[in-house]
């Protein structure tokens, strides 16, 4: 089992930026692919990016694609999601998740889960 731990979430402006991490411990070897899905209030958990256990290859939702960037130090353990122009509809507690066997945006694919971290972006 694999467990993680996001920071960097916080209240930012519209148009501002942010930097998640999220820190992996225990069985780091089978943290495979891994995630970030966010969750508004009164929404459904929804994917936001994937990276695969060599960080060659990456997948990102529409709503976010050419704003965030997800990338990883295996030698850290972390998974970061730089995220750029924010918008206020970004507005969500964002998880990480780890364990995917392929780069899938599928939560039920992941095995771990993390706490969350709110983000915040004001108009």
Known sequence: QVQLVESG???VQAGGSLRLSCAA????FSSGTMGWFRQAPGKDREFVAAITR???????????R???TISRDNAKGTVYLQM???KPEDTAVYYCAAGSRWLS???ADFGSWGQGTQVTVSS
């Open 54 to 64: 060599s960080g060659g290859s990456t997948y990102y939702a529409d709503s976010v």
């Open 105 to 107: 945006s599928q939560p």
């Open 9 to 11: 979430g916080g209240l």
């Open 66 to 68: 050419g704003r965030f």
């Open 25 to 28: 411990s225990g069985r780091t």
């Open 84 to 86: 750029n122009s924010l």
